[in-house]
Every structure is written in structure tokens, then in C-alpha cells.
């Protein structure tokens, strides 16, 4: 049986070859092996996540009523998640161009991956997958101050379109947007998916690439071979990542509301050029996240 195993599943194929983004969660196709990678990692980050996550995302995970033996279904995640943030978990197909990503969260809906990666490479896939997105994502947007982060993100992308507009100049519109795409890109990165945040007098994670790895969330923490600085935006916005291998450089932020002022200067920084010209590096902006940008910066 095919099942809805990371790039090895045809339901997605016909529907990224369809054009479909917005797709349901098709539950049957999942497999017994699907259900059984599912329950392995689970069972084996459970007991990293009770030593390492940040309480809310603990909380999350106990609201969230995540089964630990089978892939969730959506729809019944939706049902606890909904009436405490507003924020829905929304199946897609694949690759969402950034704006829409981006514009999603603003509306408060969460685009999800439903399939899950391969039972033979439990420990890394550069996809995200079902377990990245519900196990590593989905628990924080129950909190809701941090889905109020989220929210504050989108709106910040529709800024940057609304602003692109005045840039009269088309080549100086792309390359600042390009730029401007590029911190965004770097903020989201070292804070939703890999941000480490002060709990008391300790250091819990609450990034969700962190909170998926079971070898990285241990190692974010208790290596020597990683640096941790108290979150500031200049470097942030200007440093390059590599997904292929654990982050060398984390960045600590005090709270959600810390959280969020940042998003704020953010957009303050953005509206007053300071995202034009950023260190150059990755992430590279593909062609279709760039024209997202553009594309919407012309319907606002
Ligand atoms: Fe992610």
C-alpha cells in the first residue's frame, strides 16, 4: 500500500500536479507502517520533551489530547485547538509560496503537512512532515499570546507588500523585497522554529524544529558546541542558517510578550528601510516565494 509517506505519496503527487494547495487529510491512506513511524517517534521524544520543552508547550501537548499511538486526524485536533487560540491546522499538499504562508497565519490558519516520513529515517528529513508540523508546531498554538506572535507575522508580510507598492523603481521594488523576505525569513527561523526562551532561571525550548528533533533538542541545550545569545534583531535579521546539520547559534528570548515586541521592530525596521540591504547568505529566496511577495504587494 502507497500510504503517505514523504515524497513517496501519489495522492500528493496528483494533487501538487493539480495545482491543489488546500487539500483534506486523506486518514484512510495512511498506512501501518505511516501509524507505526507515528508512534515510534513519539514514544521517543516524550520523555525529551518533558525535560526540555517550555511548560506552554507541555500544556499544548496535554490540551491538544495528542494520541500517542496514532497519527492525529486534523479535523479532531482542530476541535481543542480552535476555541482556545482561534488557530486552525489546514492541509496542504507541499510547498506554500511565503506570502500565502505568511497571510495564512495572519487568518490565524496553520498550513500542515499530512504526511510523514519515511519509518526507515526517523532522525532527519529536510520536509517538513505531519510530526514536525502537529508535534512540533501545533502544541504552541494553544497558548494564546503565542498565536498572537503568529498573527502579528502575517501582518507584518502585509506590510511589506503594502510598502513595496510605493517603491516606484521595479528593480529597486525586487531587490528590497528580496531582502526584506530574506529577514523575515531569518526571524521566523531563529525564533518559530528554532527560538530558545528563558522559563525561571533555565533555558526551555519552544521552536518547533527543535522540538521535533530527538537528537537536536537535547544538544540545543546541553552542548558546549552551541552558542546562545540573548535575542537582538540586527543580528538576527543579518545571520545566515544551514538546515542540514544542527544549528551552531541560537538566540533566547525572555517571553511571548518579549516575543512579540520583536515582531513589532520588526515591522518597524522594515517600514523604515532597515531590511533593504541585509547580509547576503542564506536562506536564497526562490523565484516563487519573491513573487508571492510581489504579486500580493499588487492586490493590497
Ligand atoms: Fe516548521
Known amino acids: 500500500m502507497a500510504g503517505l509517506t514523504t515524497t513517496k505519496a501519489p495522492f500528493i ?12 487529510q486523506p486518514y484512510e491512506l495512511y498506512s501501518e507502517e505511516n501509524q507505526e ?10 520523555p525529551k520533551w518533558e525535560k526540555f520543552a517550555h511548560p506552554k508547550f507541555m500544556q ?25 487560540s482561534g488557530f486552525a491546522a489546514k492541509a496542504v499538499s507541499g510547498y506554500v509560496p511565503a506570502y500565502i504562508f505568511f497571510d495564512c497565519l495572519r487568518t490565524r490558519a496553520f498550513p500542515t503537512t499530512v504526511t510523514i516520513r519515511d519509518i526507515n529515517s526517523l532522525d532527519y ?3 517538513p512532515d505531519i510530526f514536525h508540523d502537529v508535534a512540533g508546531h ?11 506572535v503568529l498573527v502579528r507575522f502575517g501582518e507584518v508580510a502585509r506590510s511589506v507588500a503594502e510598502h513595496a507598492q510605493e517603491i516606484r523603481d521595479q528593480e529597486q521594488r525586487v531587490k528590497n523585497v528580496e531582502s526584506i523576505i530574506k529577514g523575515m525569513a531569518r526571524f521566523f527561523w531563529f525564533t518559530i522554529e528554532f527560538g530558545l526562551m528563558r522559563s525561571g532561571s533555565e533555558l526551555k525550548v519552544y521552536g518547533s524544529g527543535l522540538l521535533s528533533s530527538f537528537g537536536e533538542i537535547s544538544h540545543c ?11 537582538q ?33 520588526l515591522e518597524k525596521w522594515i517600514l523604515e528601510g532597515r531590511l533593504n540591504n541585509l547580509s547576503p547568505g542564506e536562506p536564497e529566496i526562490s523565484e516563487a516565494d519573491l513573487a508571492s511577495f510581489l504579486d500580493a504587494s499588487v492586490r493590497v
Open 60 to 84: 499544548g501537548v496535554a490540551n491538544l489530547a495528542l494520541n500517542p499511538d496514532r497519527i492525529p486526524r486534523l479535523e479532531e485536533i482542530n476541535q481543542f485547538l480552535q476555541p482556545l
Open 138 to 148: 501545533v502544541p504552541m498554538h494553544t497558548d494564546r499570546r503565542f498565536a498572537d
Open 221 to 231: 541545550l546541553e552542548s558546549p558546541d552551541v552558542q546562545r545569545y540573548p535575542f
Open 37 to 46: 513511524t507515528w508512534r515510534r517517534l513519539y514514544a521517543r521524544i516524550r
Open 125 to 127: 528529513l529536510p520536509e
Open 13 to 24: 503527487e496528483e494533487a501538487q500536479k493539480n495545482g491543489e494547495l488546500y487539500i483534506r
Open 233 to 265: 534583531m540586527e543580528w538576527v535579521v543579518n545571520q545566515y542558517f544551514e538546515i542540514h546539520h544542527y544549528q551552531p547559534l541560537l538566540y533566547i528570548v525572555d517571553s511571548f510578550d518579549h516575543l512579540f515586541d520583536q515582531v513589532e521592530l
